[in-house]
C-alpha cells in the first residue's frame, strides 16, 4: 500500500491535483482512493449544521473552529481526525492500493501519516498570488499557515496552470515508478 499526501493553503489546487494523480496512477494499473482528514468535520457541517455541500459555500470559519478550537484544544483530541483517516484506510485497503489524501493543512497530519506507514509521498502545492478569498482571520488560522513550517516534502510543486500540475503529476508517478523498480 502506498500514501500520497498533499498539502497547500486553501484554494492550491489539492484536490484537482488528487484527481489527476488517481487518474495516472489508474493508467499504471492501480487501484487508487482519494479521501480526505477533515471528511468528519464536512459531514457534521452537512448533517447538522445545513451546509448543501457546495464547495463554492464551503464553510470554513466553522471548519477551523470545529476542528480546532473544539475537538483538537477544547476536547483535547488532537489525533480525533487522523484516527478517523486510519480507521477508513483500515477498512478501505482490501479495496484499494493507493491512497491519496488531499487535505493535509498541520505538521502533526504528515509526521504522524509518516510514523504510521512505510510508503508515504509527501507532496506540498504552492499558488503564489491567488486570491483565494479568505477573510484576514482566515488566512492567519493555524490552518492556513503551519504548512509554512514543515520542510519535509517529497515534492514541492507550483501550481501555475491545470497543464503544469498535469505535468507535475507525470513526473511524480513517473519518479515513484523508478524508485520502486529500483528496490524491487
Not at 483517516?85 to 488531499?102: A, G, H, K, M, R
Request: glycine share 4%.
Amino acid at each position: 500500500m502506498k500514501i500520497y499526501i498533499i498539502g497547500g493553503k486553501a484554494q492550491s489546487g489539492k484536490n484537482t491535483l488528487g484527481e489527476y494523480l488517481k487518474e495516472e496512477l489508474k493508467d499504471y494499473g492501480y487501484k487508487p482512493c482519494v479521501m480526505h482528514i477533515t471528511e468528519p468535520l464536512y459531514s457534521y457541517a452537512k448533517n447538522y449544521f445545513e451546509w448543501d455541500g457546495n464547495k463554492e459555500n464551503k464553510p470554513r470559519e466553522f471548519l477551523q473552529k470545529m476542528g480546532i478550537e473544539i475537538i483538537r484544544d477544547k476536547m483535547g483530541k488532537k489525533d480525533f481526525l487522523l484516527n478517523r483517516l486510519y480507521e477508513d484506510i483500515n477498512i478501505l485497503e482490501s479495496f484499494f492500493d493507493v491512497f491519496i489524501i488531499t487535505d493535509a493543512r498541520l505538521i502533526n497530519e504528515f509526521v504522524d501519516i509518516k510514523k504510521k506507514y512505510d510508503n508515504v509521498v509527501s507532496i506540498k502545492l504552492e499558488r503564489e498570488n491567488y486570491n483565494n478569498k479568505l477573510s484576514n482571520e482566515e488566512a492567519k488560522h493555524i490552518t492556513e499557515t503551519e504548512i509554512d513550517e514543515y520542510k519535509d516534502f517529497n515534492y514541492i510543486i507550483k501550481n501555475k496552470s491545470l497543464q503544469d500540475l498535469k505535468n507535475s503529476v507525470l513526473e511524480i508517478v513517473h519518479n515513484e515508478e523508478c524508485l520502486k523498480d529500483e528496490e524491487e
